[in-house]
């Protein structure tokens, strides 16, 4: 048996709207202090995106919807990539640096 989903055109817009909208209000009312474990969270969404994305790449039938889901496993690896690299060098920055704590001792 071959399970088969079709998502029609309005239904897509649809669930496309409400994201954007729920991303929106969540987002919008999170505190600057819980940013960093915040996008630690988003870059385990990336990493789902990536898996729809090799889905789509696996279900594509011509030559276009490969090219398309190829584009769109790149483009979501980058991006699941560079979002914890961001999130490294967030970090970095609530570590006690060497420079500054030898610095303040000489003074």
Not at 7 to 23: H, P, R, S
Not at 28 to 36: E, N, S, W, Y
Not at 41 to 56: D, E, K
Request: hydrophobic share 50%; glycine share 14%.
């Amino acid at each position: 048996m071959d399970p088969v989903t079709t998502i029609t055109g309005f239904v897509a817009l649809y669930i496309f709207m409400l994201a954007a909208f729920t991303g929106y209000e969540i987002i919008g009312r999170v505190p600057a202090i819980l940013h960093t474990p915040l996008m630690s969270g988003s870059n385990f969404v990336h990493g789902i995106v990536v898996v729809g994305a090799m889905w789509a790449l696996l279900n594509a039938g011509s030559t276009l919807e490969q090219v398309i889901g190829f584009f769109g496993v790149l483009l979501g690896a980058g991006n699941a990539a560079g979002g914890y690299v961001v999130t490294e060098r967030m970090l970095e920055m609530f570590k006690p640096s060497d420079k500054r704590q030898g610095s303040a001792d000489k003074e």
